[in-house]
């Protein structure tokens, strides 16, 4: 079943902080983050795995609640650079990732 | 040094013809995966293949067929293209490690039908 994302699209100033949350109706063994740009392949930034252990980007955070089914991903210092489609990806077990339907990220001057 | 790469990057068919998009990955990757992403963005799993074997097959229409000759490639053909497929066909590879599956994408095929 689809994760499902929040808020579907935000628009941001550059240097504001947004959050965007991931939430799953099934248990989830770890979530993924990704960002893709217009016309470009989805970019993996991050994973969450339970049991809290995470991999990902330098500027960009994120938080996995496992009790909840829940992660949400942090940007802070948002540059122009962060604009694009933001995706979680959860994984329930298996080879399978199911990707919610994206966030749209807008970061203006 | 592309990590995961797509051929052809457009390709424009009329409705009943067949065509193959072609995938390749240097990455060492044991799995790999065929996305479609439609005019909403939202990413559909298609199939996946871990060492050449078919492990995700998900509700796809039998006139899209995958083939893994080996473990770095993973082809797609369609058969009788028809309107609805026209979207942008990802593939991506993915690590064979039990906890993350982090999946890396090439830079995607869009395909349109006339």
């Known amino acids: 079943q689809q994760p499902v994302q929040s808020p579907q699209a935000v628009i941001l100033r550059e240097g504001e902080d947004a959050v965007i949350n991931c939430s799953s109706s099934?248990?989830?063994?770890?979530v993924h983050w990704y960002r893709q740009k217009h016309g470009e392949a989805p970019v993996f930034l991050m994973i969450?795995?339970?049991?809290?252990e995470q991999k990902g980007h330098e500027k960009i955070s994120a938080s996995f609640n496992e009790k909840k089914q829940q992660s949400s991903l942090y940007l802070t210092a948002s540059q122009l650079s962060y604009s694009g489609t933001y995706f979680c990806?959860?994984?329930?077990?298996?080879?399978?990732?199911?990707f919610g339907a994206g966030t749209r990220l807008f970061v203006k001057a | 040094d592309t990590a995961v790469s797509q051929t052809p990057k457009y390709l424009v068919t009329q409705m009943g013809n067949d065509k193959s998009i072609k995938c390749e990955q240097n990455?060492?990757?044991?799995?790999m995966y065929w996305y479609k992403q439609d005019s909403k963005k939202f990413l559909k799993i298609m199939f996946s293949?871990?060492?050449?074997?078919?492990?995700i097959n998900e509700t796809v229409p039998n006139r899209f067929s995958p083939k893994s000759p080996d473990k770095a490639h993973l082809n797609l053909h369609i058969n009788s293209l028809e309107l609805g497929d026209s979207a942008v066909y990802f593939c991506?590879?993915?690590?064979?490690?039990?906890?993350?599956?982090?999946?890396?994408f090439g830079p995607g095929t869009r395909l349109t039908v006339t």
């Open positions: 991506a590879s993915s690590p064979q490690d039990s906890r993350t599956y982090e999946q890396y």
């Open positions: 099934k248990a989830l063994y770890s």
């Open positions: 969450l795995l339970k049991g809290g």
């Open positions: 990806g959860v994984h329930t077990g298996g080879f399978k990732t199911i």
């Open positions: 990455l060492g990757h044991d799995t």
């Open positions: 293949y871990n060492n050449k074997e078919l492990i």
